[in-house]
């Protein structure tokens, strides 16, 4: 997750943004890689990153929020879904959030 002003609505869940783990610039396997031995979800815009890693070799979930654009008012309306899968999005898989 990129944006902080998206991430600060995330309530209820331990949340960084790529850039404030320090981690900006680095490629996506090397974030899944760091992200697993951290967190439990890695929540993401980039479409091509279900078909760039092989994400079953990783311990984490990764969910794939799909607006119309990354800006944040397209991004809001994901919130609700959002919430609602973070403690059950499946380890090893990409779910898909979408309007």
């Known amino acids: ?3 902080q002003r998206f991430a600060k609505d995330i309530q209820g869940h331990e949340v960084l943004t790529v850039p404030q783990a320090g ?9 899944l890689t760091r992200a697993q031995t951290q967190f439990d979800v890695f929540v993401t815009v980039d479409r091509n990153l279900a078909f760039q890693q092989n994400i079953p070799q990783f311990t984490i979930a990764v969910i794939l929020l799909q607006a119309q654009t990354n800006r944040l008012k397209d991004l809001l309306p994901l919130l ?19 309007p």
Do not use: C, R, Y
């Not at 981690?23 to 974030?31: Q, R, Y």
């Not at 609700?80 to 979408?98: F, S």
């Open 1 to 3: 997750m990129h944006d």
């Open 23 to 31: 981690w900006a610039g680095i490629k996506n396997g090397e974030l």
């Open 80 to 98: 609700p879904k959002l919430l609602q899968i973070l403690t059950t999005a499946p380890k090893g898989e990409v779910t898909h959030v979408n």
